[in-house]
């Protein structure tokens, strides 16, 4: 029993880290050229995989410590719960909600009436996030679906909340700095802070 939760904790550590590095090269590889335009294909596609890289690399993880196929193709559908679904609709409100308060009272930006989409812009932002959500698999099949129950069996939520929250956050540190610098955006630090606090919010509502 010892062997096997000592497994567990170093296989956490090493997937830990290597998502953090794959990352990390990939981010920095890709922005460092400051004329970059970053809606590029050259760009997209390999940030893309990068995104799938916390899947692809749990996938493996657990294929060699379970060595079956189903508990591969087990993502972690207890954490579905009324929490959890409420949380998905409510919070993009209120966090969009929030981020329009703290601009208007700190008076860092200003609403731009002609950016407002019409219907066709509508649309485009609803398949947008459909798309999206195909993408984003790939990190919470990594995160909620592997990293997240093996570290709450073995500390408990809180400890394995924060621990995720960490981890999640430093994974998207690079990509969110850098693009917000390569894009031109004003405080790309405080966009990459903003990011990272979301992390524990996820990671709660879904323990």
Same mark, same amino acid.
């Given at each position: 029993m010892t062997n096997q939760k000592l497994s567990k904790k170093n296989y956490t550590l090493l997937y830990s880290a290597l998502v953090l590095v794959f990352t990390w090269v990939v981010s920095i590889a890709l922005f460092?050229?400051? $004329?970059?335009?970053?809606? @590029?294909?050259?760009?997209i596609i390999p940030l893309v995989?990068?995104?799938?890289?916390? =899947? %692809? /690399?749990?996938?493996?993880?657990?294929?060699?410590?379970?060595? $079956?196929?189903?508990?591969? @193709?087990?993502?972690?559908l207890k954490t579905l719960n009324k929490k959890s679904v409420?949380? =998905? %609709? /409510?919070y993009p409100i209120l966090f969009i909600l929030l981020s329009f308060l703290i601009v208007m009272v700190l008076q860092i930006g200003k609403i731009n009436f002609k950016e407002i989409p019409n219907f066709s812009g509508v649309i485009q932002i609803i398949v947008a996030i459909f798309i999206n959500m195909i993408i984003l698999i790939g990190e919470e099949y990594g995160w909620r679906g592997y990293l997240l129950p093996e570290?709450?069996?073995?500390?408990?939520?809180?400890?394995?909340?924060?621990f995720v929250g960490i981890v999640w956050a430093l994974f998207h540190v690079p990509?969110?700095?850098?693009?917000?610098?390569?894009?031109?955006?004003?405080?790309?630090?405080?966009?990459?802070?903003?990011q990272a606090g979301c992390a524990f919010v996820f990671s709660f509502a879904f323990s």
């Open positions: 460092s050229d400051p $004329n970059l335009n970053t809606d @590029s294909i050259i760009v995989l990068a995104m799938f890289f916390p =899947a %692809i /690399l749990a996938f493996i993880i657990k294929r060699i410590m379970y060595r $079956n196929t189903k508990s591969i @193709s087990q993502f972690s409420l949380f =998905a %609709i /409510l570290l709450t069996e073995k500390h408990g939520k809180i400890k394995a909340t924060v990509v969110v700095y850098l693009s917000a610098k390569a894009s031109g955006t004003s405080d790309p630090l405080l966009v990459c802070l903003i």
